[in-house]
T-cell receptor, first 114, second 109 residues
């Protein structure tokens, strides 16, 4: 069982380029999330999806877009990358029940925008 | 607004006990999570509290006081492998996790 996979593991990108970070889960969780993690700032939510076909904006959505065409996949797209988007990106999933929403994380993508 | 506060860094000695505190303010509350994150790795789940009191799991325990908006993670018999960041996260009324910035725990021999 893989859990959550992310690709690529790391990427160096020129500013202005378009980039899609991939995330796939095999746990059939209903909810999925994209976070960025920067030193001293902790995890910040970019976008989330509570179920296939729906998405929502998190704390820092500007410059990012997502789609949730099916349960397993939740790609994150940077339409035109800027240096401030240099970060470590984590995808997570959870099965949200009445009160419990433990999140499971992928291994992360380290992105550098030059 | 929603806010989670925890110390930035703590140092402890191998074999000792350390307590990492966390205070939270959220719109609604559906529980408090603690995660461990080793450098360069993803966060992994440690504990969950939704009722007041202490939850014990081996060398790790977590405490919650809902009335005070306060939690702590207690690590006993510290080992070098416990050197990591510990993330506190509160679940709000929409079941979103609000994350603290993390506490980096340094273990010295």
């Amino acid at each position: 069982i893989a859990g959550i996979t992310q690709a690529p593991t790391s990427q160096i990108l020129a500013a202005g380029r378009r980039m899609t970070l991939r995330c796939t889960q095999d746990m059939r969780h209903n909810a999925m999330y994209w976070y960025r993690q920067d030193l001293g700032l902790g995890l910040r939510l970019i976008h989330y999806s509570n179920t296939a076909g729906t998405t929502g904006k998190g704390e820092v959505p500007d410059g990012y877009s997502v789609s949730r065409a099916n349960t397993d996949d939740f790609p994150l797209t940077l339409a035109s990358a800027v240096p401030s988007q240099t970060s470590v990106y984590f995808c997570a999933s959870s099965e949200v029940t009445s009160s419990y929403n433990e999140q499971f994380f992928g291994p992360g993508t380290r992105l550098t925008v030059l | 607004g929603q806010n989670i506060d925890q110390p930035t860094e703590m140092t402890a000695t191998e074999g000792a006990i350390v307590q990492i505190n966390c205070t939270y303010q959220t719109s609604g509350f559906n529980g408090l999570f603690w995660y461990q994150q080793h450098a360069g790795e993803a966060p992994t789940f440690l504990s969950y509290n939704v009722l007041d009191g202490l939850e014990e799991k081996g060398r790790f325990s977590s405490f919650l006081s809902r009335s005070k908006g306060y939690s702590y993670l207690l690590l006993k018999e510290l080992q070098m492998k416990d050197s990591a960041s510990y993330l506190c996260a509160a679940s709000d009324s929409n079941y979103q996790l609000i994350w603290g910035a993390g506490t980096k725990l340094i273990i010295k021999p």
